[in-house]
C-alpha cells in the first residue's frame, strides 16, 4: 500500500515540474526544460604580490629645549612662540611635535583647517593623525615618497605609494591594455598598480628567547628500564612503527607487556626533556640553507610543519608545528633558524618555495634591522636564473620532508597538537644526532663521541636523554 502511495506522489511531482516549465518557457520565451547546470563559478582573483622591501628611515630625534638655547645663544634672543591672530586655525593643546616635542604654543596650522602642522623650534612638518613619531618612516623604494597607511589587519598594517608620477605606477598603467584600462576603472580591486608594503605589529621580538622552559621529568620513575626505553624510541622513532605496532613487537619479540598509550607516554616524557637540548645545542653550521613546509594530521585538521635545514651539514634546524601557513609561523620558523647563530652572517641567504609568506617574514626582520636573502625557487620547472642556481637546495628539503613522512606514516595522524610536536621533537633528535646520512660517509650530521662510541641504538638513545638531563643540570646550576 505505501510503496505504491509514494510511487504515485513521485510521479505527480514530475509530471508538475513539467507542467511549471512549460508555463515559464511560454512567459519568459527561454527553453526551461534544460535544467540548469550545476558547475562552480571560476572568479579569478588577484594573488597576493610581495613588492621589494622598501625604504627604511628612521627619524632623528631632538630636544626642543636645547633648541631653544641654541637659538639664544646664536641669535642673542628667545625664540618667542607662536602669535595666533583671532582668526587664526586653533592648535590643540594636547598637540606635540613628534620630532623635537615642543608643546603646541611653538606649533603653526601650517594649511588652515586641513590638518597640518609646523614646528617653530625645529620647522618638522606633521599632521595630527598620521605623525611619524614612531620608530620608522616607510618610503617607496621607486619615487622615495613616504608611503600612506591605508589599512590595518590583525597582524600588520599595509601601506600604499600614492604618488601618481611614481615609476613603478607609470610602469604598470603604460603596461595595461586599452581593456585592462576599461576593467580596472569598473573593478580596480582586481588590479595592482601602486607600490604597496605591510608593516608587521605581531606580538613577538625576533632572537629575543627567554630562558629555556626546563622540564620536571623524572624517568626514573618509569616502569621501563632505559634499555626498553631506548627499544621503544628505536622502534617508534628510528623505523616509524605506530605506537600499537611498538607494542606488539615488545611484548612478541621482547617479551615486555606495554600497551600503545604507554608507549605515547613515554614519547611525550622524553620529548619534554629532550627539546630544551636539540634547540640549543652549539651547531657548527654551513652557509647553504633552505627551508619547506608539508602537511601533517592532527586531531582531524590539517596542521602545517615548517622545516629549515643546513644542506651541508644536513642539520635540522627548526621545526615548528602550525595550525595556520602564516607569515607569523614563517617567522617563527626563520626566528628558530637565526637564533642558531652566534652572529648572523652578512650574506645570509635562505633558500625556500614560492610561499609569498618568506617575503613577508624577511620584511618583518628588515623592519627589526635584521636582514638575509631571501632566493625563492618557484615551480617545477627552472623558468628563471634563481630557480636553476638554487634548485638542488630545494630538492634536498623535499628529501627530506620524504624522510620525515615515511616515519610520520604510520602514525596515521596525530591525537593532540602536543602529541604531534613530541614525535616532531623526537624526529629531530634521531635525523641529527643518530641517523648516519650517506652524503656524510655514513656519519650522523652532529658528531658526539659520547654517542658514536655506543655499540646499539637503544644504548644511543639511552646516551642522548642522558646528555640532555646534564645539560638541564648545568642550566640550573
Not at 22 to 49: D, H, W
Not at 300 to 318: C, E, H, N, P
Not at 462 to 473: C, S
Amino acid at each position: 500500500m505505501y510503496p505504491q502511495i509514494i510511487t504515485y506522489l513521485l510521479t505527480f511531482i514530475n509530471y508538475q515540474e513539467q507542467v511549471i516549465r512549460t508555463l515559464l518557457t511560454l512567459l519568459v520565451g527561454k527553453s526551461m526544460f534544460e535544467k540548469p547546470a550545476e558547475t562552480p563559478v571560476n572568479k579569478p582573483y588577484r594573488k597576493l604580490q610581495v613588492d621589494d622591501l622598501p625604504i627604511f628611515e628612521y627619524p632623528e630625534k631632538s630636544n626642543y629645549q636645547l633648541l631653544l638655547e641654541e637659538f639664544l645663544e646664536k641669535s642673542g634672543k628667545p625664540l618667542k612662540p607662536v602669535q595666533r591672530r583671532s582668526t587664526s586655525t586653533p592648535v590643540p593643546k594636547s598637540l606635540k611635535c613628534p620630532k623635537c616635542g615642543a608643546p603646541s604654543d611653538f606649533l603653526y596650522a601650517n594649511n588652515g583647517d586641513k590638518g597640518q602642522f609646523q614646528c617653530k623650534v625645529c620647522t618638522c612638518l606633521f599632521s595630527e593623525k598620521n605623525r611619524f613619531s614612531k620608530e620608522v618612516i616607510l618610503k617607496c623604494p621607486h619615487c622615495a615618497k613616504t608611503l600612506e597607511k591605508i589599512k590595518k589587519r590583525k597582524d600588520f598594517d599595509l601601506f600604499k605609494c600614492k604618488n601618481n608620477a611614481c615609476s613603478y605606477y607609470q610602469r604598470n598603467w603604460n603596461g595595461m591594455t586599452p581593456k585592462e584600462k576599461r576593467l580596472f576603472k569598473e573593478n580596480s580591486q582586481a588590479f595592482k598598480l601602486r607600490y604597496q608594503t605591510r608593516q608587521f605589529h605581531i606580538d613577538f621580538l625576533p632572537l629575543a628567547k627567554d630562558s629555556p622552559t626546563l622540564p620536571v621529568v623524572d624517568l626514573s620513575r618509569i616502569y621501563a628500564s632505559p634499555h626498553t626505553l631506548g627499544l621503544i624510541l628505536t622502534y617508534h622513532i628510528n623505523y616509524g612503527l605506530s605506537a600499537r605496532k611498538t607494542a606488539a613487537i615488545m611484548q612478541d619479540i621482547h617479551g615486555v607487556s606495554i600497551s600503545h598509550q604507554t608507549i605515547l607516554n613515554y614519547e611525550n616524557s622524553v620529548a619534554h626533556l629532550i627539546k630544551p637540548y636539540v634547540d640549543h645545542y652549539p651547531y657548527e653550521l654551513s652557509d647553504q640553507f633552505c627551508g619547506d613546509e608539508t602537511y601533517i594530521r592532527v586531531n582531524g585538521r590539517w596542521y602545517y610543519l615548517f622545516f629549515f635545514f643546513d644542506a651541508v651539514k644536513k642539520i635540522i634546524l627548526s621545526y615548528p608545528v602550525s595550525p595556520n601557513r602564516d607569515t607569523v609561523s614563517a617567522i617563527k620558523a626563520i626566528d628558530d633558524v637565526l637564533s642558531k647563530f652566534k652572529e648572523i652572517p652578512e650574506n645570509l641567504s635562505l633558500v625556500v618555495d614560492g610561499n609569498p609568506i618568506y617575503l613577508l617574514a624577511q620584511h618583518f626582520f628588515v623592519q627589526h634591522n635584521i636582514s638575509f636573502d631571501v632566493k625563492q625557487v618557484i615551480g617545477l620547472t627552472n623558468e628563471d636564473p634563481v630557480s636553476k642556481e638554487y634548485r638542488p637546495l630545494k630538492q634536498i628539503i623535499e628529501r627530506l620532508n620524504r624522510t620525515f613522512k615515511g616515519n610520520y606514516r604510520a602514525t596515521h595522524g596525530f591525537g593532540s597538537e602536543h602529541g604531534s610536536i613530541s614525535f616532531v621533537t623526537l624526529f629531530v633528535a634521531y635525523f641529527n644526532f643518530l641517523r648516519p646520512h650517506a652524503s656524510l660517509e655514513g656519519k650522523v650530521p652532529v658528531v658526539n663521541p659520547e654517542l658514536s662510541g655506543l655499540p646499539t641504538m637503544p644504548a644511543r638513545w639511552t646516551k642522548l636523554i642522558e646528555l640532555a638531563q646534564r645539560w638541564i643540570v648545568e642550566q640550573r646550576a
